[in-house]
């Protein structure tokens, strides 16, 4: 990787900032929001989850490990709602968008990797 350093010897330095509403932040509310759901019934979960947003559609995809009884879609309607999408001329309306879930059983591999001192039959 090239440094990070212009010719004349200072810093380049970069970053993004976006303002509340924008979809980016919506996404990250709608993953919390997931992972807030699943640790008030199941302290132990484990989640890896990432949401993404298009034309009135909401998708996550990820895996979780967790004995909580979850309903993402209703979570991530609840979520989108609290943000203020509230109908198509804003580009999202929580109550008819299409919502995807791609959350799956973490993979063994995985768990045993990120869980130190026990077997995978007790993750």
Not at 76 to 81: F, G, L, N, T, Y
């Amino acid at each position: 990787m090239p440094d990070a350093v212009a010719p004349s010897g200072r810093f380049l330095f970069t970053s993004e900032a976006v303002s509340e509403g924008h979809a980016d932040k919506m996404c990250d509310r709608v993953s919390d929001a997931v992972l807030d759901s699943c640790l008030a019934s199941d302290p132990e979960a484990r989640v890896s989850c990432e949401t993404c947003t298009k034309s009135n559609m909401v998708m996550i995809l990820g895996e979780a490990i967790t004995k909580a009884n979850v309903n993402y879609e209703q979570v991530i309607r609840e979520a989108v709602k609290s943000v203020g999408y509230d109908s198509d001329e804003k580009g999202l309306d929580w109550r008819t968008m299409n919502v995807i879930v791609a959350i799956e059983d973490q993979t063994p591999d995985l768990a045993q990797a990120i869980t130190v001192g026990k077997a995978v039959e007790d993750v």
